[in-house]
């Protein structure tokens, strides 16, 4: 059941010093990505698929979709330790959804580490399947 005093709205640039902090608790930076740079980029680019939710004034989750004309993509999903099992997550996904396909989008991919065991229970129990695919990076 979703705590029904969640605001789920678009990030404003004052709520960068809690939107990196909630990362940082979440475990989602990591040395090789500048956060504040990864959120400028974003700023820029699509901030209409950029997303915090709010309970009592205070940012307990974000998440960050894409849409590149084939593809939607999912990154910093994060929902604040005391917050979770309690369905949030699940709101999250829904309105990155439904913000994805209003653009055409026919399917979403997100890359999670293999070690990651409860973040992958967490998109299988949305309806998540594993693709038969080997994912690769190139830093530019
Ligand atoms: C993944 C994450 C966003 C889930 O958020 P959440 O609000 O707790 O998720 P929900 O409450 O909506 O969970 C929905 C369902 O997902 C599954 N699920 C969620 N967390 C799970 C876990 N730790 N283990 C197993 N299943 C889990 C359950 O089926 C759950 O339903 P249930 O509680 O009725 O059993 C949260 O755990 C998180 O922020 N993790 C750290 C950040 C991270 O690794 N993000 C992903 C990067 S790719």
């Given at each position: 059941m979703t705590d029904p005093q969640l605001l789920i709205r678009l990030y404003q640039p004052a709520d960068e010093v809690q939107v990196i902090d909630l990362w940082q608790r979440c475990g989602?930076?990591?040395?090789?990505?500048?956060p504040q740079q990864d959120i400028q980029r974003k700023v820029v680019f699509q901030p209409s698929l950029f997303w915090v939710g709010v309970i009592d004034g205070r940012i307990v989750g974000t998440l960050m979709a894409g849409y590149e004309g084939r593809r939607g993509w999912i990154n910093y999903l994060g929902v604040a330790p005391e917050y979770r099992r309690i369905g949030i997550g699940r709101q999250w996904m829904a309105t990155a959804e439904a913000a994805l396909q209003e653009l055409g989008c026919p399917k979403i991919n997100l890359q999670v580490r293999s070690s990651n065991t409860s973040v992958i229970a967490f998109y299988r129990s949305l309806g998540f399947t594993m693709d038969e695919v080997v994912s690769l990076g190139k830093h530019l």
């Open positions: 989602l930076t990591v040395p090789w990505n500048d």
